[in-house]
């Protein structure tokens, strides 16, 4: 059973007629000891609501930490899925990039062929049309060399 500052108060010692306690001594050492441990329930009750409140305030930090660590393993992660979507996404452009490169290679390499056959077939029809050319001066050098000729042997016959 608990004493309360009140039992203390109200407690009452029997009185023997010979070698008792002075009584106003007693009731002023019960008076101070019911003041001090009125002062000592009212402390710890204080500490208790302090203890409570430190203990819900604690229990809400905790929560909290909680919360954050979850945020940050989170938040790892997505960074990671991040970096990886960016490894593939980098990889695929990579990828289309170099077949892109190999498609335009390949279209130069085309155009340059189709280019050189063009090249030989013009070069060609150069010398075709050179030696044309050359052929049909000289058979106008002949046909002007016969007609000199001719010019030449009708002019002895005028004189």
């Known amino acids: 059973m608990r004493i309360t500052p009140m039992d203390i108060r109200q407690q009452q010692f029997t009185v023997k007629m010979f070698r008792g306690f002075d009584t106003q001594e007693v009731d ?14 009212k402390e710890n009750s204080l500490l208790k609501e302090q203890l409570q409140a430190l203990e819900e305030r604690t229990r809400g930090l905790e929560e909290r930490e909680k919360v954050l660590q979850e945020t940050l393993v989170t938040t790892q992660r997505l960074v990671e899925e991040m970096k990886d979507q960016a490894r593939r996404e980098a990889s695929i452009i990579i990828r289309e990039a170099e077949v892109q490169a190999d498609r335009i290679i390949e279209a130069s390499r085309a155009a340059e062929g189709s280019l050189q ?6 070069k060609r029809t150069r010398r075709q049309l050179a030696e044309g050319l050359r052929s049909t001066v000289e058979m106008y050098q002949r046909l002007l060399d016969q007609d000199l000729k001719a010019d030449a042997g009708d002019e002895p016959a005028k004189s």
């Open 117 to 122: 056959s063009e090249i030989i077939a013009l």
């Open 28 to 41: 002023t050492f019960l008076e101070d000891l019911a003041a001090d441990y009125e002062a000592l329930l």
